[in-house]
């Protein structure tokens, strides 16, 4: 009789675990999940080294080595982007800060240029130096919570991660209609990402993230691979060394470092 006592005992356990996480799963919104996703992705100050490929149709690719500094003050994050090879690009120089109202300020130098030259609003949908990724998407490939209406429409494993599937129908100036974004629901980390046309039904592109890993105590995808509907071409971005939360000079950030690329 103990032993069936415990077996029951045991069982009556199990079930109320499954029953509490069922209702931990029930209590989520697509606005409290995609709240989650924003925290991950939210750090002090990063470094990050980079390889871009684009990558034609017919498979050929060219690559690009970079390096990206980003810095949050007050909530607010700023991106510097630094192309370091090949030499038909080294040295272009992208600055996005981002506003209080939630849009962004983007700036960009060109060395052939040798100048530096702000991004337009209407600008922020075209190509980010020939890849699959716009202006704006250098900003953020994700809505904030409170930049959109995201709606929890389902459930689904993809490539063995269980995931919540995010609608997103932007409450502000977007170049798409709507995203629908799959999130692990471990790690919180966006790894499939579906753009759609403004009128909601046509698919732009679609942004898949790979190779989850902890880099000190935080999760990242290290690549992440946009491809464009209309013509099949790619952009992989891949991280080679990532650093989080380290000190790095606020002067990096300005209009005279991106003219110069000196500290002054």
Same mark, same amino acid.
């Given at each position: 009789?103990?032993?069936?006592? @415990? ?29 989650? /996703?924003? &925290? ?9 080294? *980079? ?11 060219? &690559? ?6 980003? $810095? ?7 991106? $510097? #982007? ?13 600055? #996005? ?15 052939? $240029? ?36 995201? *709606?929890?429409?389902g459930e689904?494993? $993809? ?20 995203t629908v974004?799959? /999130?692990?629901? @471990? ?6 990402? /579906?753009?759609? &046309? ?9 942004? *898949? ?13 290290? =690549? ?9 071409h790619s952009?992989? *971005? ?21 003219? =110069?690329?000196?500290?002054?």
């Amino acid at each position: 009789m103990r032993k069936i006592s @415990v077996v029951r005992s045991f069982t009556l356990v199990f079930a109320l675990s499954c029953l509490a996480l069922t209702f931990a799963f029930s209590q989520q919104t697509g606005a409290s999940i995609m709240h989650e /996703v924003m &925290e991950v992705q939210v750090s002090d100050s990063s470094a990050l080294d *980079i390889k871009l490929t684009l990558i034609d149709p017919n498979g050929s690719e060219r &690559e690009r080595r970079l390096q990206t500094l980003t $810095l949050t003050e007050n909530g607010l994050t700023k991106t $510097l #982007t630094v192309f370091l090879s090949p030499s038909s690009v080294k040295n272009t120089r992208f600055l #996005t800060i981002e506003k209080q109202e939630g849009s962004n300020d983007q700036w960009i130098y060109l060395p052939s $240029l040798g100048r530096v030259k702000r991004i337009a609003a209407q600008e922020e949908g075209g190509s980010f130096m020939g890849s699959d990724f716009t202006y704006a998407d250098m900003g953020s490939t994700t809505y904030d919570d409170d930049q959109a209406e995201h *709606i929890l429409i389902g459930e689904e494993m $993809l490539d063995g991660n269980n995931c919540f599937i995010v609608e997103s129908k932007p409450t502000v100036s977007s170049e798409y209609g709507k995203t629908v974004t799959w /999130v692990d629901k @471990v790690t919180y980390l966006p790894l499939k990402v /579906v753009f759609y &046309e403004k009128d909601s039904v046509s698919v732009v592109k679609t942004l *898949i993230g790979e190779d989850s890993t902890k880099i000190g105590t935080k999760w990242v995808t290290k =690549t992440l691979t946009m491809t464009t509907a209309a013509t099949n071409h790619s952009t992989r *971005i891949e991280i080679l060394q990532a650093k989080f939360d380290i000190p790095i000079d606020s002067r990096f950030f300005t209009i005279p470092f991106m003219e =110069t690329g000196r500290l002054l």
